[in-house]
């Protein structure tokens, strides 16, 4: 699969790879309009694929939720605080689920032919003395593709009490506690990021959690090329 950004003309490229019957991952993306964009390019794409014939045998199309990145990195904490609104780490993990989910129902409910990839996965919160790992239960019964790096599979595999958590059939589909999504709509940041029509193309790009995940993307990036610089240096 190619990964292609959520960026304002990242879709483009999306739309385009798509109608050529080409795997795509699309990456950095943390808003709903982002998720939705995408899935629209896609089926737009495999219209026009079809249209001309491609062979689609080998195609492929997942849209990646980087929801740690939506709260922490992008600072949903400290908007919150602006606006005289506290949040706790759960209902900031909420937060990025309510996203996650509303997405989820609307690529089943438009027939959608990608399907949802999570990552960026946090474990927590802490509730009532009780380890839990909300960005993993709440997906439970989903039909989605969950990335899970090895220091996440280890803090699962060690977490005091992780034997305790039990899973729910169909949790996915079940909704964010009302009185989370009034607290958490007081938040511009996070309403804007929640509404289908939040955002324009044009806007992506000027998202925090796109453009902290950009730089430090870009960042490892220039580390591996002077890697291999030295490497090769010495030979």
Same mark, same amino acid.
């Given at each position: 699969? &190619?990964?292609?950004?959520?960026?304002?003309?990242? $879709?483009?490229?999306? +739309? $385009?790879?798509?109608?050529?019957?080409?795997?795509?991952?699309?990456?950095?993306?943390? &808003?709903?309009?982002?998720?939705?964009?995408?899935?629209?390019?896609?089926?737009?794409?495999?219209?026009?694929?079809? *249209?001309?014939?491609?062979?689609?045998?080998?195609?492929?199309?997942? &849209?990646?939720?980087? +929801?740690?990145?939506? %709260?922490?990195? %992008?600072g949903l904490k400290n908007f919150a605080a602006e606006k005289g609104v506290e949040l706790s780490d759960g209902?900031?993990?909420?937060?990025?689920?309510?996203?996650? *989910? *509303?997405? $989820?129902?609307?690529?089943?409910?438009?027939?959608?032919?990608?399907?949802? @990839?999570?990552?960026?996965?946090?474990?927590?919160?802490?509730?009532? %003395?009780?380890?839990? &790992?909300?960005? @993993?239960?709440?997906?439970?019964?989903?039909?989605?593709?969950?990335?899970?790096?090895?220091?996440?599979? +280890?803090?699962?595999?060690?977490?005091?009490?992780?034997?305790?958590?039990?899973?729910?059939?169909?949790?996915?589909?079940?909704?964010?506690?009302?009185?989370?999504?009034?607290?958490?709509?007081?938040?511009? $940041?996070?309403?804007r990021g929640y509404a289908e029509d939040g955002y324009t193309r044009d806007e992506y790009n000027t998202h925090?959690? @796109?453009?902290?995940?950009? +730089?430090?993307?870009?960042?490892?990036?220039?580390?591996?090329?002077?890697?291999?610089?030295?490497?090769?240096?010495?030979?």
């Amino acid at each position: 699969m &190619i990964k292609v950004p959520g960026s304002k003309q990242g $879709y483009e490229v999306i +739309e $385009y790879l798509t109608s050529k019957g080409i795997a795509t991952n699309n990456t950095l993306t943390f &808003i709903l309009p982002q998720l939705i964009d995408c899935a629209n390019s896609v089926k737009r794409g495999l219209e026009t694929a079809r *249209k001309n014939g491609v062979d689609l045998s080998k195609w492929r199309s997942v &849209i990646t939720h980087m +929801e740690g990145r939506f %709260g922490n990195l %992008g600072g949903l904490k400290n908007f919150a605080a602006e606006k005289g609104v506290e949040l706790s780490d759960g209902e900031i993990r909420l937060a990025e689920l309510a996203i996650f *989910k *509303k997405a $989820y129902k609307y690529l089943i409910q438009n027939n959608m032919p990608s399907k949802m @990839l999570s990552c960026s996965l946090i474990v927590g919160p802490t509730v009532n %003395g009780q380890n839990r &790992i909300w960005h @993993l239960e709440e997906k439970a019964g989903a039909n989605v593709v969950v990335t899970c790096p090895p220091s996440f599979i +280890e803090k699962v595999l060690f977490l005091p009490g992780v034997e305790k958590i039990t899973f729910e059939k169909d949790r996915i589909l079940q909704d964010i506690p009302k009185d989370v999504m009034d607290k958490l709509l007081r938040v511009p $940041y996070f309403e804007r990021g929640y509404a289908e029509d939040g955002y324009t193309r044009d806007e992506y790009n000027t998202h925090p959690s @796109l453009q902290k995940t950009a +730089e430090q993307f870009s960042k490892a990036t220039w580390e591996m090329v002077d890697f291999a610089e030295k490497c090769l240096a010495k030979n």
